[in-house]
């Protein structure tokens, strides 16, 4: 049986960007190109109208919280993969601060097992650097990886301690895990609710300086620097971390 | 022959014929402590004394074995009994300690560096007994020792040392001793444990073990301290013994007939396992038993002892 997608803008980010159809065969794409037609005897072929769409290989998104175990009420690993299906994510990274954490071998293959049970997207769960994301103390980062774990981040949370960072970025690279870290000096963005700005100024909002993001940026190139090891840099948001983040990148 | 060194300070100091004169003495030495009299009286009235400034039960009471069995006079100072708890500063206790003329003065500090600066200050010899994470050079010749006497030599051969090399004074000292004397040594450990720039001593890293002990002659484990978790260099001894404890499936690769040492205190079922330490191929407790005749040997030679004996 054939499935033909039609007239849709294809993308293969960095390779092909345009108007074209795609043929698939049991699932397997067999053919890419433009005016594609399904063999006139086949009665069973399916045509799908992808004209004004965006046709992109799976997305990934490395950075969801699917809230399961323990927050279901907000979401489950179910209710995540069916809104990342249906937005074109065939694969979610999703972040250890869950209750219980995502620190130990249990939690991992409880959201592991019920992902694939799931199965409208792959899920690859994300553990946590330190214990509880307490900053305290690292997790088990062998036994984390051998239950499936893919990289570590407290995220929610920054790793304030800055040896406990280092620590990490050595000891998860003999695990082949990546650190992802949540960038964030807590003491100056305590009490933000807004970018600090003329626009917060106005509305009488307390604002979060971006230096509170970039500080801890620079922090972690310079542990990065230090052990040799690279960092992964969650959702950046200010330009001076972009500057840092590239001028880092330069020196590589 | 006699040994050319006021001090016994660490390895790098030594010469390849300082060691070799120092191990082929201890190899003599060994055979007081089989006697059924283990007394012969080549010290008699030298004084030697045993300032530990850190804890060490093996260590010292070594020594002072040594020391009796060649007829010394024998004297243990610990921090909490000396003048240090009174404020006085090392250098003012070597010097009052030297007005009573000791013989040999065997020191342990917790800081790298003490032992040689007593020796720089005072004019009786000076051995080290461990300083700080720095070196611990008779731990070292008693291993040098054990590995010659089962392998009949050292040169050529592979050792593998595991476990927290950053914070080893035993790590340093053994990768400087046996490369000087033609091993070649693999340090393992995670990243967390493998202090920076330690190649420059010649030595390999890894961080699996499984990679360490490949065609290994001799497997040397540390001990790992559970207080280093504070300081985030493990998470857990579970995991730490599941990733790095020597078991007989990891020693799969090594040698046959492997050497298994640990200086000791072993964390049973933590860094080694149960079999492996009490296995054929440890030879943990003679490693005890020849820091003796080390000991022995060092305290001979740096009294001149064998001076006088050429002299005889």
Redesign the interface.
């Given at each position: 049986m054939l499935t033909l997608i039609k007239g849709g803008r294809v993308i293969d980010p960095g390779n092909v960007d345009e108007i074209l159809d795609i043929v698939v065969r049991e699932g397997i794409i067999v053919d890419i190109k433009q005016n594609a037609l399904t063999e006139e005897d086949d009665t069973e072929s399916i045509v799908i109208d992808a004209s004004g769409k965006l046709v992109v290989p799976g997305l990934i998104d490395m950075h969801v919280h699917l809230r399961d175990p323990g927050q279901e009420y907000k979401e489950t690993i179910e209710t995540g993969c069916r809104a990342a299906a249906f937005g074109g994510f065939t694969a979610v990274c999703c972040m250890p601060n869950t209750n219980p954490v995502n620190d130990c071998r249990q939690v991992t293959e409880y959201i592991l097992k019920k992902g694939t049970k799931e199965g409208s997207a792959r899920v690859y769960p994300v553990a946590a650097v330190s214990?509880g994301l307490k900053g305290e103390?690292?997790?088990?980062?062998?036994?984390l990886k051998d239950a499936g774990a893919v990289a570590v981040s407290d995220d929610g949370n920054p790793v304030t301690?800055s040896?406990?960072m280092?620590?990490?970025l050595?000891?998860s690279?003999?695990f082949g895990l990546r650190v992802i870290s949540h960038c964030e000096d807590l003491c100056l963005a305590e009490g933000g609710a807004m970018n600090e700005g003329a626009i917060a100024t106005r509305m009488g909002l307390p604002g979060i300086p971006n230096a509170a993001e970039s500080i801890m940026v620079e922090r972690d190139i310079a542990l990065s620097e230090l052990?040799g090891i690279p960092v992964h840099i969650a959702h950046v948001s200010a330009i001076e971390s972009v500057r840092a983040i590239r001028d880092a990148k330069k020196t590589l | 022959m006699a040994l050319a060194k006021k001090d016994i300070l660490d390895m790098e100091s030594l010469s390849v014929e300082d060691i070799s004169l120092i191990l082929d003495t201890a190899d003599r030495m060994k055979e007081i402590s089989e006697r059924p009299i283990k007394k012969v009286p080549t010290l008699r009235g030298k004084t030697i004394v045993l300032f530990f400034y850190e804890p060490s039960t093996r260590t010292r009471t070594s020594f002072d074995i040594a020391a009796k069995r060649l007829s010394a006079d024998s004297l243990s100072l610990s921090a909490s009994t000396s003048s240090m708890v009174k404020g006085e500063t090392l250098i003012d206790t070597g010097r009052n300690l030297e007005a009573m003329n000791p013989d040999v003065i065997v020191i342990r500090h917790t800081c790298a560096g003490a032992p040689h600066l007593l020796a720089k200050m005072l004019k009786s010899p000076v051995i080290n007994a461990g300083d700080g994470m720095h070196a611990h050079p008779t731990q070292a010749l008693l291993d040098l020792m054990t590995v010659r006497e089962n392998k009949q030599k050292i040169s050529g051969l592979k050792i593998a040392i595991i476990g927290d090399i950053s914070h080893s004074r035993v790590a340093r000292s053994n990768s400087i001793g046996f490369k000087k004397m033609g091993a070649d040594v693999v340090l393992c450990g995670?990243?967390?444990m493998i202090p920076k720039g330690i190649e420059a001593l010649g030595v390999s890293v890894t961080?699996?073990v499984e990679e360490a002990v490949v065609d290994a002659d001799v497997v040397m484990m540390l001990r790992i301290q559970k207080e280093r978790?504070q300081?985030?260099?493990?998470?857990?001894e579970?995991?730490y013994s599941?990733?790095y404890g020597l078991t007989h499936a990891r020693l799969a690769g090594a040698k046959e007939n492997v050497l298994i040492m640990h200086p000791g205190p072993i964390n049973r079922g933590v860094e080694i396992a149960y079999d492996v330490a009490d296995g054929p191929y440890s030879i943990i407790l003679n490693q005890v038993t020849n820091g003796v005749a080390v000991r022995m040997a060092l305290l001979y030679l740096v009294t001149g002892g064998a001076r006088d004996a050429d002299a005889d």
């Open positions: 214990k103390q690292l997790c088990e980062y062998g036994e301690n040896r406990l280092r620590r990490a050595e000891y690279s003999r052990t | 995670p990243p967390t961080h699996k978790q300081h985030f260099l493990f998470p857990t579970r995991e599941m990733m």
